[in-house]
């Protein structure tokens, strides 16, 4: 393939609700640019982006697929995404790097959860946005609808660029609002007739017309001052608007397309060549972790950063990078900002879906991949040795939402499940697998049960390891509510050397900035910042040499003991001081296992009686639904112990801020997903610990009890 400079290239990202047809959009944009011949169908399993076997076996898109087309001499990369909520994760990375993104809207159903989740990250990385709306063919498509809502969603600089005039199944006519003609689109071919505007559709033209040149006028200067004093732009004037509104989010124009049968699809592409910003002029400029700028400048020295890792059969790792900076050549030396690695690039391609082309040079804006890098992962920075130290941003991934704990079926598969779950977390950032010492299981978390459910088939089907989902327990601690003492005898003698030492100890709450307790004398004090959160102080208050103070640690020793395995559920416990102000030793008897044993227990029994109460984490919750579902989705939160802490709206969906147990979060996404037939979408992250409620902790130590008495 020809090398492309920058000004000649376009990356775009397509984006969008699920089963949009957003795969179906960028085949037939393959074929449009001459990439393919044929045009697969999702349906038929055999469209370049979807080519995994999980994707074929579902009939829909799980990872992001890079794939670039030729069309007017330009190149550009298509980085088709998929929809579904589960897999986020793939459009926030693929939003990293791109130029514009074509958000495609299912015009039978309006806007969608991933309409509002692309449009939300768009704008958060400054992408262009085109809206398509597709399915225009379909007898229930609703072109205004849809229009009303993008308007309503995402305000008034979503302009009309092309509308249909015969929606529905005989679907074939728009009027393109920027050339001000009719086109006819002929079904499955790459033909379309420019006619003139028939006189039925002359008014609204106009109209829209007039908006757009408004809107044309609004995004640049000159164009303002020649709009006002002659009231109108020529056909250059237009397509210098169109580029500048475009590419600096001005405005977002709509436009129609059926993907099924590619229709309007070659006009897109018109579009995205001459109208969308080459990778030199897009406002998603890269910046460094330090804030500067990287320009696009091929002179510069190279800068790329891998914002996606795939793992294919035969293959092996493949690293996808956008180069932002510099030119590549194959066999060039690269330096690793982020792992110190160094990096040779023995192989230079571009790739769609699953096909390679080997390229000679990668110019500055680019995209491109390689293989068999050494110690490169997802959002890494590989620069030229005569800059070796730049760091692009991070993508930051969402945090999960979704956990469950996973096991082999067969225990001897068990290291090999740690391992493979860990090179996935290498292609996919928002699955997060770990081994939980605290709850004795390992936990995996992900974006919703969906998510988790194709980790498991990958796992099954591709590793052949056949495992178990179970309940994730939850991590509670515990803690005390008011002061109190207690002291153990720890004696033994039997034969030999006996075993002697006695603890007097008190123990209080803890809370930040407490003042120190005033009933004994603090000879010695060590605050400990409990690995799972939370505070122990330990104090010796020991009077006339009662306990010596070599015995000390091995108290402390005892009191670490309980404290990890807290007396009430076997939580950690947390926020708790203790003094220890009297004892006894025997001159030869007292070890320190005695004083570990008695400390222990001294503890043990001075929290049973210190109103032990039993914390849970609480997380921040934000669900966003449609306004007609608020009401059953707040009820449904209202069952889990939800306290509802804020609402507003977005356009025309709610947002609902919430703090809720984690307990009460498992399997919400499917809950939620039910009650809004998918309509609406939700984010956690842990904010803190507070007291269970007593029945719910009458309730846990029953079930602790029972569990004990089991084992
Ligand atoms: N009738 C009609 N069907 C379409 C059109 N575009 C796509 N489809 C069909 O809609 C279904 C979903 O299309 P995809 O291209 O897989 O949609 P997607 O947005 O990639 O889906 P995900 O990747 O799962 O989010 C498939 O059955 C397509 O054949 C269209 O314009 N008209
Ligand atoms: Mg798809």
Redesign the pocket.
């Known amino acids: 393939m020809k090398v492309y400079e920058t000004k000649e290239i376009r990356n775009i990202v397509?984006v969008?609700?699920?089963?949009?047809?957003?795969?179906?959009?960028?085949?037939a944009m393959l074929y449009e640019g001459g990439t393919i011949n044929r045009r697969g169908?999702?349906?038929d399993g055999n469209?370049v982006?979807?080519y995994r076997e999980i994707?074929l076996e579902?009939?829909?898109?799980?990872f992001s697929t890079v794939m670039y087309t030729e069309f007017e001499n330009k190149k550009i990369n298509i980085i088709?995404?998929?929809?579904?909520d589960d897999?986020v994760g793939e459009v926030y990375a693929s939003l990293k790097v791109a130029d514009t993104a074509v958000i495609?809207i299912?015009a039978i159903a309006g806007i969608e959860v991933?309409t509002e989740m692309a449009w939300k990250q768009a704008s958060k990385n400054k992408v262009p946005v085109i809206f398509a709306i597709?399915?225009?063919?379909?007898e229930q498509?609703n072109f205004d609808d849809s229009l009303r809502q993008l308007k309503t969603q995402f305000g008034q600089s979503v302009v009309v660029l092309q509308y249909p005039v015969n929606p529905g199944n005989n679907f074939n006519e728009v009027i393109d609002i920027a050339k001000m003609k009719l086109l006819r689109f002929d079904a499955n071919t790459s033909n379309v007739q420019e006619l003139d505007i028939p006189a039925s559709e002359n008014d609204k033209a106009q109209k829209l017309h007039s908006i757009l040149l408004e809107n044309l006028a609004e995004s640049d200067e000159t164009l303002m001052e020649t709009y006002c004093d002659s009231g109108t732009l020529n056909e250059e004037e237009i397509q210098k608007g169109l580029k500048v509104g475009i590419s600096n989010r001005s405005f977002y124009p709509v436009v129609c397309?059926?993907?099924?049968?590619d229709?309007g699809v070659n006009r897109l592409l018109n579009i995205i060549v001459n109208y969308a910003p080459a990778p030199d002029e897009s406002p998603n400029i890269a910046l460094t972790t330090s804030g500067e700028k990287i320009l696009c400048d091929k002179n510069a020295p190279a800068s790329a950063f891998v914002f996606k890792i795939s793992i294919e059969p035969h293959l092996g790792e493949i690293a996808f990078f956008k180069l932002y900076s510099g030119e590549l050549t194959p066999g060039t030396d690269l330096i690793n900002a982020n792992t110190s690695a160094k990096e040779r690039l023995n192989q230079l391609f571009v790739v769609a879906g699953k096909n390679r082309e080997n390229i000679e040079r990668l110019v500055a804006g680019d995209i491109g991949a390689t293989i068999k890098l050494k110690n490169t992962f997802v959002n890494n920075t590989l620069n030229s040795v005569k800059n070796p130290d730049v760091v692009i941003e991070p993508i930051v991934f969402p945090e999960p939402k979704y956990r469950v704990a996973v096991k082999a079926k067969n225990t001897a598969d068990d290291e090999k499940l740690g391992a493979i779950l860990n090179d996935m977390h290498k292609v996919d950032q928002t699955l997060i697998a770990g081994y939980s010492k605290e709850l004795k299981q390992l936990i995996l978390e992900g974006q919703g049960e969906l998510h988790l459910n194709i980790v498991k088939w990958m796992i099954e089907n591709i590793n052949k390891i056949q495992i178990e989902f179970l309940t994730p327990k939850i991590p509670y601690r515990e803690t005390i509510t008011k002061p109190a003492k207690a002291n153990y005898r720890h004696k033994k003698q039997s034969g030999g050397a006996g075993q002697f030492g006695e603890v007097y100890l008190m123990i209080e709450p803890y809370y930040e900035g407490m003042p120190n307790q005033t009933e004994f004398p603090i000879r010695g004090k060590e605050e400990i910042s409990l690995p799972w959160g939370g505070k122990l102080v330990f104090q010796n208050c020991i009077v006339g040499g009662a306990i010596d103070a070599r015995f000390m640690p091995a108290i402390l020793k005892g009191i670490m003991e309980k404290i990890e395995e807290g007396p009430l559920t076997g939580s950690y416990a947390r926020d708790i001081v203790v003094s220890v102000y009297d004892g006894k030793m025997h001159p030869v008897d007292s070890n320190e296992i005695s004083f570990k044993l008695a400390g222990r227990n001294a503890f043990k029994e001075a929290f049973r009686n210190a109103g032990p109460k039993i914390l849970e984490p609480i997380y921040d919750v934000e669900v966003i639904c449609p306004e007609d579902k608020m009401g059953d989705v707040i009820t449904d939160l209202q069952g889990r112990r939800a306290v509802i802490m804020g609402m507003e709206s977005e356009g025309t969906y709610q947002k609902i801020k919430t703090k809720v147990p984690l307990a009460e979060m498992n399997r919400y996404s499917t809950a939620l997903s039910s009650l809004t037939s998918g309509r609406a979408t939700y984010s956690m992250h842990f904010a803190e610990y507070v007291q269970v409620p007593p029945d719910v902790q009458s309730q846990l130590l029953k079930s602790y009890q029972d569990e004990d008495k089991d084992e």
Do not use: C, W, Y
Request: proline share 2%; charged share 20%.
């Open positions: 397509i969008g609700g699920a089963k949009s047809g957003k795969t179906t959009l960028s085949e169908s999702v349906e469209t982006s979807d994707e579902r009939q829909n898109s799980i088709d995404t998929p929809g579904f897999f495609v299912n991933g597709n399915h225009l063919e379909h498509s397309i059926n993907a099924k049968q229709m």
